[in-house]
């Protein structure tokens, strides 16, 4: 079965302190990567999408990255504004589902 | 921009009433899907739809069922609401297969 393992759960930085969330997955022949963040009480909101090894992409201070066999996702200089639970998430091998990921809950402290 | 809208943001029932949440889309996008979303277990599939009156099963459909009378329109329905549904559900779609779906706000159903 297809599985998604994001890592560390949760992640406590100080404002400007830069650090990397991991999304790995076990499904043969990537479909896609997709990443979202997530706030309390609300539906996930989609950022990135990923289809090949090397590929990146940035949004402010976020930046995902994609290897053979896991994502990277690399908040720089985050700001309060950033804590927020991050979703990796890979479309499964058969019909239209996603698998999720954990989620990442990143909390940044003034 | 693609806008998910879910009928309503919080709703309290009471076991055993038939409960109907709605979700609507207006990007023409051929896939629909209902989550639920709960601490420690995360998002779960409950059915998902990839055109008018079609729908298959996700992982945990037990105890709902599914309307897509229009492409635009995908209901979840709780047969009998029980205290074990209490949980967020978000609504989501994507314009065809492996490519990136869009939530709703999500609701927040308590079922008392």
């Known amino acids: 079965e297809d599985q998604v393992t994001q890592s560390p759960e949760a992640l406590r930085l100080q404002e400007g302190e830069s650090s990397s969330l991991n999304c790995s997955y076990t499904?043969?022949?990537?479909?896609?990567l997709f990443w979202y963040r997530q706030d309390p009480g609300k539906g996930p909101e989609f950022l990135f999408t990923?289809?090949?090894a090397g590929e990146e992409k940035e949004k402010e201070r976020l930046k995902a990255t994609l290897t053979k066999k896991e994502s990277f996702l690399h908040i720089t200089a985050p700001k309060p504004e950033d804590s927020a639970t991050y979703l990796c998430?890979?479309?499964?091998?058969?019909?239209?589902?996603?698998?999720f990921g954990g989620g990442t809950r990143v909390l940044v402290k003034p | 921009d693609v806008k998910v809208t879910q009928s309503s943001r919080y709703l309290v029932k009471r076991t055993g009433e038939k409960v109907f949440l709605e979700c609507v889309q207006d990007?023409?996008?051929?896939?629909m899907f209902w989550y639920r979303q709960d601490p420690g277990l995360g998002l779960r599939l409950i059915y998902f739809?990839?055109?008018?009156?079609?729908?298959e099963k996700g992982d945990i459909p037990e105890g709902y069922s599914v309307s897509r009378e229009k492409k635009e329109r995908f209901s979840l329905i709780l047969e009998s609401a029980s205290t074990n549904q209490t949980s967020m559900y978000l609504c989501?779609?994507?314009?065809?297969?492996?490519?990136?779906?869009?939530f709703g706000q999500g609701t927040r159903l308590t079922v008392v």
């Open positions: 989501a779609s994507s314009l065809v297969p492996n490519t990136e779906a869009f």
């Open positions: 499904v043969s022949g990537l479909r896609g």
């Open positions: 990923l289809y090949s």
């Open positions: 998430a890979e479309p499964q091998a058969a019909g239209n589902k996603l698998t």
């Open positions: 990007m023409d996008h051929e896939n």
């Open positions: 739809s990839y055109d008018v009156k079609m729908k």
